[in-house]
């Protein structure tokens, strides 16, 4: 616990603040989002997304917080991928490369898309504030949930053996079964992402 305490100190860890909503998200905005992928490529995640979802996943090579999550994102990928949601992993630190992208999806075994946003775009369109930080929107543009994983890391250097509530599980099962989330918003805790305007 130590470890992750001192870790997350130097990775400037903390907990981003729950607002009472998800950010609106103008269609022209999304249509706008256009980000590199890790050979150099721009891509627009918005632009002919099929199914019915998709899942920004708010990563940092160097964040232990994030990397502690790295099962629970393969599984939630693989139980919604399945389910015609689409699942991306963002990289918005400026200083992290393509290389060491790759190498920290395979060390973390981390088998999904990968993005990068050294400028924020995505960012700022989501609303989020720290890694690791989940982002979910209808295909259409509209945001539905923005926040924690789980509630596994209560605030900072405060983990729970296991979670209680698993907020982006339970936001994709009211996407898919056409309700409403329950809880449009939580707080996440975890590594501050640096140069926010």
């Not at 991306?88 to 075994?109: C, F, G, M, N, Q």
């Not at 209808?138 to 994983?149: A, D, F, K, M, S």
């Amino acid at each position: 616990m130590l470890t992750v305490l001192m870790s997350g100190l130097a990775s400037g860890c903390f907990g981003s603040e729950a607002k009472t909503s998800v950010p609106a998200s103008p269609a022209s905005d999304v249509a706008a989002v256009r980000l590199r992928d890790l050979e150099d490529r721009l891509v627009s995640p918005f632009q002919n997304a099929k199914g019915t979802a998709i899942v920004f996943l708010f990563v940092r090579t160097d964040c232990p917080i994030a990397n502690r999550y790295a099962p629970e994102m393969r599984r939630l990928a693989a139980k919604y991928g399945k389910r015609s949601v689409a699942f991306w992993l963002v990289y918005p630190d400026a200083t992290e490369s393509a290389k060491d992208i790759r190498k920290h999806l395979k060390e973390y075994e981390l088998p999904l898309k990968a993005l990068r946003d050294p400028e924020h775009v995505l960012v700022k369109l989501a609303g989020v504030r720290v890694t690791p930080e989940a982002a979910v929107f209808l295909t259409n543009g509209t945001p539905v949930y923005r926040g924690r994983i789980d509630d596994r890391f209560v605030d900072f250097g405060k983990e729970r053996s296991e979670a209680t509530e698993h907020d982006l599980d339970a936001a994709l099962s009211a996407v898919l079964e056409h309700r409403p989330v329950a809880k449009p918003t939580t707080r996440a805790v975890g590594c501050y992402i640096g140069d926010l305007r």
